[in-house]
Nanobody, 115 residues
Framework: QVQLVESGGGLVQPGGSLRLSCAAS????????MGWYRQAPGNAREFVAF???????NYADSVKGRFTISRDNAKNTVNLQMNSLKPEDTAVYYC?????????WGQGTQVTVSS
């Protein structure tokens, strides 16, 4: 019911920046909230950031102050600006959307932080 496509991942040096985007198949006005999760090899999936339709945001402690989640209603997208990247940020990043109590996931985009 909600298709999500992530883009913007890649390889970046420590201290660098990347901007991830998540495009939704329907107007995000109809989506209750959207967020980002990540999963590194051998680790469990972890919460990164969330934004509600009210504009409220929430961040994991590990990324707070470095990452910023934003919403572009006209383009049906949610973005994640990642600054001051660290090697421990390396993971597959997944976009998530919640609508009427159901959760939807994108295919993931790889972020690698390495010198």
């Amino acid at each position: 019911q909600v298709q999500l496509v992530e883009s913007g991942g890649g390889l970046v040096q420590p201290g660098g920046s990347l901007r991830l985007s998540c495009a939704a198949s329907r107007s995000i006005f109809s989506i209750d909230g959207m967020g980002w999760y990540r999963q590194a090899p051998g680790n469990a999936r972890e919460f990164v950031a969330f934004i509600g339709n009210s504009g409220s945001t929430n961040y994991a402690d590990s990324v707070k102050g470095r990452f910023t989640i934003s919403r572009d209603n006209a383009k049906n997208t949610v973005n994640l600006q990642m600054n001051s990247l660290k090697p421990e940020d390396t993971a597959v990043y997944y976009c998530n959307a919640v609508r009427i109590g159901r959760s939807y996931w994108g295919q993931g985009t790889q972020v690698t932080v390495s010198s």
